[in-house]
């Protein structure tokens, strides 16, 4: 039998803990816009959570306010167990915020911007530790340059390493890869995968499906300051594993014949096309036998084609807005 230390008793069941907890945030600016609606959201610990919507969908407001930056209306936040509010320090020494306007002192080296970063929330300084992120994010070239001197891509990774220096425990990255080109989005990718199985918690913005599909552990989409679906990205994709064969038929059918009875078939176009739904994630697709036996009873077709319904599609239909 394992030993059992106290510390292990100690220990929380981390997992199950979340690591923020937002209540009933709500946030209306001064001229009355109502940018966040009621928002209830736990990110657990250790995931990649991807805040997913369209622009002024209240994403950055939603981070600023978790980070402190911006004072919510309503609502009570809690961030590593710290009330964002009450705790405020606390709170703030375990987070750190990429934001998604580019905001650095642009005559200062990338060394130096890097490391005061670290200062700025009383942490020693560690040089060997600004080393070691800086050729992660191969910057280290380039580490006596002026900010003011770097391209997009390089001064949006300098928004990394200040993060970064501060070896937050939650990180928020608010765009992370708006503008930056494949390669280099590869690279984020791979250093925000990295980061979170060193145990960070990481929740990014992004407006590219792809990035979410690519990332995140759960997906939230947020839409007209409403968080209308969180869901683990699995069961998205599972949503997503849904596909739809069509079959234009030589001649069309009144009804769907008993000996077809085993597939799930609808007729459309009246009667014109049977359409098969059926998930690509399973071994048997059921294709193949649906074809013999049509064949089999005398069911000719002249075209077929199939369609997935994308994440994107998923997305598109949640937040398209009531005409
Ligand atoms: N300081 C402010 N004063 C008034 N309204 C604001 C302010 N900041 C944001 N808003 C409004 O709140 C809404 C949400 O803005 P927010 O920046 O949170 O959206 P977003 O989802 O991050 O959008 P994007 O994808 O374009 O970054 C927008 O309609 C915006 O105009
Ligand atoms: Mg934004």
New binding site residues.
């Given amino acids: 039998m394992d030993q059992i230390t106290p510390a292990d008793e100690a220990r929380p069941p981390v997992r199950n803990t979340p690591v923020i907890s937002v209540r009933g945030l709500s946030k209306t ?3 009355g ?1 109502e ?1 966040l609606k009621k928002i209830d959201l736990d990110i657990r610990q250790g995931e990649i959570f991807a805040l997913l ?10 981070i ?1 306010i978790i980070c402190g930056i ?1 004072t919510p209306t309503a609502g009570e936040i809690t961030a590593a167990g710290h009330n964002i509010v009450s705790d405020y320090r606390a709170a703030r020494y375990k987070i750190a915020l990429v934001p ?1 306007e580019l905001a650095t002192d642009a005559f200062e080296s990338v060394w130096a911007t890097v490391s005061f970063s670290r200062g700025l929330y009383g942490r020693p300084p560690d040089p060997a530790l600004i080393e070691q992120i800086l050729r992660d994010l191969s910057l280290w070239d380039k580490r006596k340059e002026k900010i003011m001197n770097l391209s997009g891509g390089m001064k949006r990774r300098v928004m990394i390493a200040k993060a970064l220096a501060h070896e937050p425990d939650i990180l928020f990255l ?2 992370p890869t708006a503008g930056v080109d494949v390669e280099l989005r590869r690279d984020m990718w791979a250093l925000v995968r990295g980061l979170r199985e060193r145990g960070v918690t990481i929740i990014l ?1 992004t ?1 590219y499906i792809e990035e979410a599909e690519e990332m995140a552990d759960r997906i939230g989409v ?1 839409n007209n ?1 409403e968080l209308i679906i969180v869901e683990d990205k699995a069961t998205l994709i599972k949503k997503l594993g849904k596909k739809q064969l069509t079959l234009n038929l030589q001649e069309p059918l009144e009804a769907i014949p008993t000996e077809l009875s085993e597939w799930s078939l609808a007729l459309k176009a009246g009667g014109a096309e049977l359409e098969y739904t059926f998930d690509v994630n399973d071994e048997h697709t059921g294709v193949p036998s649906l074809l013999r036996r049509m064949s089999d009873i005398g069911i000719g077709f002249k075209d077929l084609n199939t369609r997935q319904s994308s994440l994107e599609e998923i997305f598109v239909s949640l937040v398209r807005r009531p005409q």
């Fill in positions: 600016y001064d001229g816009f940018a919507g369209p622009n002024g969908a209240g994403k950055t407001t939603l600023s911006v998604q608010d765009e913005t407006h947020i300051g």
